[in-house]
Each structure stands twice: as C-alpha cells, then as structure tokens.
C-alpha cells in the first residue's frame, strides 16, 4: 500500500525559515510535491518535481522555496525561506505513482507565518 507522511510545519514569523519533508513509500512516483490551501481559498500548487527531476513553482514562491527530491529515498523536501503571512496555509505533500498516474496526498500540515 502506498503511504505518504509529511512532517515539519510550524509557527514562524515573517522572515523566517521552515522546512517541510514528505515521505513516500510502496511504488515508484513520477511526481512528487507540494500543494496549499488557504482559508476561503481553493488548493493550489506551490512546487512539484519529476524524477530527472523537473521542477515547477508558483510564482509567488519563486526565488524563496526549493523543491528537492530524493529518488532512492522517496523524498520530497520543501525548503521556505523569507514566509510571508500569506503563506500561512495547510500545506499537503502531493505523489503520482507509476505507471498509471493514481494520486495520493499527505494528511496535510499547518503552516502559519505571523506578521
């Protein structure tokens, strides 16, 4: 059975640093990454990367998060520097297993960036 925990969400202030590490296990995935929910708002990708890997973010992200991936290991990483208030979020590690594309999600964890 595939299974996903995340870990490593927090209470940080603006400015500051946090670190989110998803582990997967019990296939091979083709992507592997993270998605957010806001309050009042829908789920929306945050940075994903593919095996070789490709990376994607969005861009209010780009230049403050990194993706990582570690094929051997089956681990997504999220490294956010410089949170703002509005990342404050529920952040959800996100896979796709080979070789027909199922998806599963982590359980979901809060982030909360305090001005």
């Known amino acids: 059975q595939v299974q996903v925990v995340e870990s490593g969400g927090g209470l940080v202030q603006a400015g500051g640093s946090l670190r989110l590490s998803c582990a997967a296990s019990?296939?091979?995935?083709?992507?592997m990454g993270w998605y957010r929910q806001a309050p009042g708002k829908q789920r929306e990708l945050v940075a994903s990367a593919t095996r070789r890997p490709n990376t994607n973010y969005a861009d209010s992200v780009k230049g403050r998060f990194t993706v990582s991936r570690d094929n051997a290991k089956n681990t997504v990483d999220l490294q956010m520097n410089s949170l703002k208030p509005e990342d404050t979020a529920v952040y959800y590690c996100?896979?796709?297993?080979?070789?027909?594309?199922?998806?599963?999600w982590g359980q979901g964890t809060q982030v909360t960036v305090s001005s």
């Open positions: 019990g296939s091979i995935f083709n992507v």
């Open positions: 996100y896979v796709n297993t080979y070789p027909y594309g199922t998806e599963y």
